[in-house]
């Protein structure tokens, strides 16, 4: 059975006066091991990878390898230079990692066949399987569901991360079988595992990872009043933390916690007064 399954933590990088804080980074891997969840993710979108050069996005990587102590870690790999994309590929491959996460090329938009093609090529060069990131709203460009069947049956495409918004793409995915489908939009999480979905990529799961990890254990055991309960309790504090733009509002309660800095990259911004005031309730309760 495929590994991409259950709940999965796409962690932030914290910052130290503009720096990695590798300390903060792997005491938060150690914390989410401990907490239940699945797997990890680093350099995904809620790690700000795209504000990080190489060399911090190699450390990065190592320093959650090292903490997560065994733990299933998926690695992100974005953009749109194939010679890039493939070095990349070849160096965190090299490592014990479970596989990679990858978005269709932003900016260029390109055209179905493209994607195949841009898939099938890393797939094929992978040591390990590849999770597809299906996210146009940051991407500019949608994998649309034939394109995503088409993927499937490469035997190093595993999963997908759906942030598309589609219930009858999620639906299609779900009943094909071939493809893990995992939630990306924190929100749909019950709704996906309802219908047979493997879990989430959640950024929510920062801040409250046990119950993320029950709704799911809940659903697993087909206890839905109880997943239902857990949900609802959920529901308030997913959608603040997405009333701005992520990862500002994760990293401010993680930072109130006292697990890291409240500190971004340009330009990324921190979470308002105001809803710093409304998370901390939330997440307190």
Same mark, same amino acid.
């Given at each position: 059975?495929?590994? @991409?399954?259950?709940?999965?933590?796409?962690?932030?990088?914290?910052?130290?006066?503009?720096?990695?804080?590798?300390?903060?980074?792997?005491?938060?891997?150690?914390?989410?091991?401990?907490?239940?969840?699945?797997? =990890?993710? %680093?350099?995904?979108?809620?790690?700000?990878?795209?504000?990080?050069?190489?060399?911090?996005?190699? +450390? !990065?990587?190592?320093?959650?390898?090292? +903490?997560?102590?065994?733990?299933? !870690?998926?690695?992100?790999?974005?953009?749109?230079?194939? #010679?890039?994309?493939?070095?990349?590929?070849?160096? @965190?491959?090299?490592?014990?990692?479970? #596989? @990679?996460?990858?978005?269709?090329?932003?900016?260029?938009?390109?055209?179905?066949? #493209?994607?195949?093609?841009?898939?099938?090529?890393?797939?094929?060069?992978?040591?390990?399987?590849?999770?597809?990131?299906?996210?146009?709203?940051?991407?500019?460009?949608?994998?649309?569901?034939?394109?995503?069947?088409? =993927?499937? +049956? /490469?035997?190093?495409?595993?999963?997908?991360?759906?942030?598309?918004?589609?219930? %009858?793409?999620?639906?299609?995915?779900?009943?094909?079988?071939?493809?893990?489908?995992?939630? #990306?939009?924190?929100?749909? !999480?019950?709704?996906?595992?309802?219908?047979?979905?493997?879990? %989430?990529?959640?950024?929510?799961? /920062?801040?409250?990872?046990?119950?993320? !990890?029950?709704?799911?254990? %809940?659903?697993?055991?087909?206890?839905?009043?109880?997943?239902?309960?857990?949900? /609802?309790?959920?529901?308030?504090?997913?959608?603040?933390?997405?009333?701005? +733009?992520?990862?500002?509002?994760?990293?401010?309660?993680?930072?109130?916690?006292?697990?890291?800095?409240?500190?971004?990259?340009?330009?990324?911004?921190?979470?308002?007064?105001? =809803?710093?005031?409304?998370?901390?309730?939330?997440?307190?309760?």
């Amino acid at each position: 059975m495929s590994i @991409f399954t259950g709940i999965w933590v796409p962690l932030i990088t914290p910052f130290f006066n503009g720096q990695v804080d590798h300390a903060a980074l792997g005491k938060l891997t150690r914390y989410y091991v401990e907490a239940g969840v699945s797997g =990890l993710v %680093a350099l995904g979108t809620t790690g700000e990878a795209a504000a990080l050069d190489q060399l911090e996005q190699r +450390a !990065v990587v190592a320093t959650v390898l090292q +903490a997560a102590a065994g733990l299933p !870690v998926i690695v992100g790999l974005s953009g749109n230079h194939s #010679g890039q994309l493939h070095e990349n590929l070849q160096y @965190f491959g090299a490592s014990d990692i479970a #596989g @990679f996460l990858i978005p269709a090329p932003c900016y260029v938009r390109p055209s179905q066949q #493209g994607l195949i093609d841009h898939f099938s090529s890393l797939a094929d060069a992978s040591p390990v399987p590849l999770v597809l990131y299906d996210i146009p709203y940051r991407s500019g460009v949608q994998i649309e569901l034939s394109t995503l069947l088409t =993927l499937a +049956a /490469h035997p190093q495409i595993q999963a997908v991360k759906d942030c598309a918004g589609s219930v %009858a793409t999620t639906q299609a995915l779900i009943a094909d079988g071939r493809l893990q489908v995992l939630s #990306g939009e924190d929100i749909n !999480v019950l709704n996906n595992l309802c219908m047979g979905g493997s879990g %989430a990529i959640a950024a929510s799961v /920062h801040v409250k990872p046990q119950r993320f !990890v029950a709704l799911y254990r %809940a659903v697993s055991e087909q206890r839905l009043h109880d997943a239902r309960a857990i949900f /609802h309790e959920l529901a308030p504090l997913i959608r603040l933390l997405f009333a701005e +733009a992520s990862p500002g509002p994760v990293k401010a309660v993680l930072a109130q916690q006292g697990w890291i800095k409240d500190e971004l990259r340009v330009p990324m911004t921190v979470a308002s007064p105001a =809803l710093r005031a409304q998370l901390l309730q939330l997440a307190e309760g």
